[in-house]
């Protein structure tokens, strides 16, 4: 990651491509560089899901804002993207003012509304909650693109997964956002390098929807053993 310098416009990536980078990394260079889509019966259910959620309308219910299908972005990490919905808590209530007076960064101003909020973005999943922490790094890189965006602290979101209908709670601390931008920064070097990663048979591939493409199982084969090794070896003599 640059700490020195921005990202500029167009150098900016998906922020979905983090948790495509963090599930496989050859997974995410078949779709990010070498352009590759293929659905799957939960690809389309993800996808339809995310779009109930973001094509609906922004409303504010007592102390409560919501924005559905916000456009984010990060110069710092390099990420542009869209979060599925985000709630804004308004602070300058009577709970909320001794800390908006304590934490000038406690709340953001929003076009339209009175008084400051606090962002606590929401993003819808699918399926169950993971064993590993693709989903949390993609929730907690639409925060600190909302914290630069608008200047405001976020301290916490929450990933709501379909299957179980429940919201999971998910504090953004300094282990979480050291991993995003982290994270961040391998996406950006994985791009930049142009290179995808052989393929390698893990139980997970059985979810992938680009299983036949990357064909992880063809590297067992003799043929595929030769294959790769003539590859790894292409690459050792490049300059």
């Known amino acids: 990651m640059r700490s020195a310098e921005l990202f500029r416009e167009e150098e900016l990536l998906p922020l979905s491509a983090l948790q495509h980078l963090l599930f496989c990394e050859r997974q995410c260079a078949l779709i990010h560089i070498e352009q590759i889509w293929v659905e799957n019966v939960f690809t389309v259910e993800g996808r339809q899901l995310h779009e ?26 390099g990420l542009s993207g869209k979060a599925d919905c985000v709630e804004f808590h308004r602070l300058d209530g009577p709970e909320g003012q001794a800390e908006t007076q304590a934490d000038a960064n406690a709340g953001a101003v929003l076009p339209g509304l009175e008084g400051r909020w606090r962002p606590f973005p929401v993003e819808y999943k699918r399926g169950i909650r993971k064993s590993h922490r693709a989903d949390e790094v993609q929730l907690c890189a639409q925060a600190l693109c909302l914290e630069e965006m608008l200047g405001a602290a976020v301290r916490g979101g ?46 997970k591939c059985a979810s992938c929807s680009l299983l036949e493409i990357c064909m992880p199982d063809a590297l067992s084969s003799p043929a595929g053993r030769y294959l790769d090794e003539a590859i790894l070896q292409a690459d050792r003599d490049l300059p």
């Open 52 to 77: 109930r959620v973001d094509g609906g309308s922004a409303e504010t219910r007592g102390e409560v804002h919501t924005a559905r299908g916000l456009p984010l972005r990060s110069l710092r990490l």
């Open 158 to 203: 929450a990933l709501f997964y379909g299957r179980t209908r429940r919201r999971l709670a998910v504090e953004f601390d300094p282990a979480l956002r050291g991993l995003t931008s982290d994270t961040a920064a391998r996406l950006h070097a994985l791009i930049a390098a142009g290179r995808t990663p052989r393929a390698r048979r893990e139980p």
